[in-house]
């Protein structure tokens, strides 16, 4: 149970299948829950007159400021009325009813997957009650949410300091979210953070509605240009059944739109490492150093009005109704850093340059990254409208796989082009029914290389020089996605539904280690010079290698036939009494193939289980096909009063299989396998030579 009350206060971590109350009541109902829709939001309350009774059939009409759409709807017989999948940003509300004064409020803001209350009450006769609202203004105590959420608003993308510009650093702030360790390298430049103790492969990241995961590791796969953000939500926990394919937890993303007037921003960040203070090493207090630090980020963005070409003779040569509105951002980050080399290992890498190493004090570790955003909304008429967005990310960077105690020529390049676009058609069916139909599409190609093709050696306390042995490495996926979300108002009742598909045709990548010849010596370079009398050959003395090892073939794991996703929901929002509000959801889904279930019959391991009628061959895993997630939960207002609400609810979530779990199998259909070929010790006879490793120079 958790019970919120007026002052600040923490909010508990919660399991991965969340349970915020056990209670008879939410088995059968569950509380409200905001307007989760990934991309937009709610305005709802309840109109009243002077002696507090409700007034049906008043009509409610929300105009957005920015770009001067308007939507109408009408209250029910219980005076509640609700205006659902609102882009977000800030409206104007005008309320009108037979035999009252008009009620007009400015700067109402709405906010991601959130639903504003905003109850008015109304004055017999005809004078007008203007009401200003306070941007940011809102209730001290949500009466109707039953997640465990945070919304990132504007202002808090705008105000809140951010190291390298990632909005990432600003989930942190959300219940239960924590920064966690990078679970691999093509994360490497990318703000991951855990939710409820996980490692942050769970998230699943949304924007505008298109998915922004990636396939093979999980956690998201593209930065965007801050200046385009406009808000986000990061749901922890309970959150409801329009978001799906995540144990962990939810995150949609909206980006910025074009108004009715031009507005735009510029910004210049600059950092250096003679305005940094100065790193005293342990062992020696006297010694202080900076390491080379460069960083310069710059941008910009602009959004206003597009007034398009009139064709024909006579007339003004451009439209000028402001129903098309454009928006655009875009973001450079130009960074000089450096790894400090161990002095040890430095001094031992010196040592072996005859060999083919490259020793430095410092490996260079420079990123340049390139960040583009840009939106076209159109409104076609008071029922229709439509919005076009398009982000691009590209950059590169030098020995992100490099350590403290190797050289130059074990360093690599890692290079990522990132692509993702939506185009939604937002329609107003009635006053009461609102459809929302999305079209996207999402692009990830990740290579981890290098230029130096040479054996990798390698010294005890981890000294190595030579290619590295985790490259080269490569992940792409390309996705299509299609989906729609319902909303119908009836009476107390909001009811949601919707579909979600995602075809992804291209999913992969391949993987090599040790793809040069390994050679572990058994001794520092240092030991090997310094003693003639057992190393009288140096390094060439028999002996003197104590380990072998390569790796060769097919290392390619594209998932045959790609893999397809495909959700579906149905949630009914219930204002139960003044004080309750329930809700109740149910959500499907189903991944097809991303377990591999076309290579599986194809693998060599299934393939001579099989031959000898191995139990573990009897059959093949299948796709899920029962993935049903119920959503519970209630808010209760135990006063009536705001000030002391009551939640509880109950979820039931899946996750996904990522490529990274059937990769090796999936190799194994390959033409030849990538495996280790040899792996030998000083005891083992080295290929091709019948003489011992030992005995081996």
Known sequence: MITDWPVDSGVPRVATVRILAVLTLALFACGHVSAQVTASGAIGGTVKDKN????????????NKATGSSRTTTTNDNGEYKVDLLPAGTYDVKVSASGFGDVAAENVEVLVGKTNSFSVTMNPGMQTANVTITAGETELINKEKTDVSLNITPRDVQDLPLNGRDLGNLAYLAPGAKPVDSYDPTKRRISVFGINGSSGRNVNVTVNGIDNKDNTVGGPVMQFPLEAIQEFVISTARFSAVNGRSEG????VVTKSGASQFHGSGFYFWRDKALNASEVS?????????????RKQWGGSIGGPLDLPRFGEGGPTHYKAKKTFFFFAIERQNEATSIPVASDALSELILVQSLGARPAAVLPTPYKDWRINARIDHTFNSKHSIFASYNDQSNIGLNDQSGQRNDLSEGNFT??????????LNSALSSNVVNAATVGYQYWNNLIDTETLVPFFSFPSTISFGTNVNVPQQSYQSKYQFKDDLSINHGSHTFKTGFDYLWEPKLGGFFKFNPTLELDFVALPSVILGNP???????????????????IGDPYFNLPGGAKMF????????????KLSLNLGLRWDKDFNLIGSKAQGQSRTYLALKAINNPAA???????SLDFS???GFAWDLTGKGKQVMRGGYGLYYGQTFLNIPLFMIQQINPTIFATVFSIASGDLVPGTGIQLSNWR
């Open 618 to 624: 009897a059959s093949l895993p299948k796709d899920d």
């Open 630 to 632: 119920p959503r519970v």
């Open 567 to 578: 959700g579906v929901y149905f949630q009914d929002d219930w204002k139960a009494t003044r």
């Open 52 to 63: 507090q009774a409700v007034i049906s059939n008043a009509s409610v009409t929300v105009t």
């Open 249 to 252: 937890a939810a995150v949609n």
């Open 415 to 424: 290079k990522n082009r990132l692509l993702l676009g939506n185009i939604t």
């Open 533 to 551: 009398a057992t190393y009288p050959l140096g390094f060439s003395t028999r002996g003197a290698v104590g380990g072998m090892t390569i790796a």
């Open 282 to 294: 342990p062992s020696n207090q006297s010694i202080k150093t900076k390491p080379p630090f460069n």
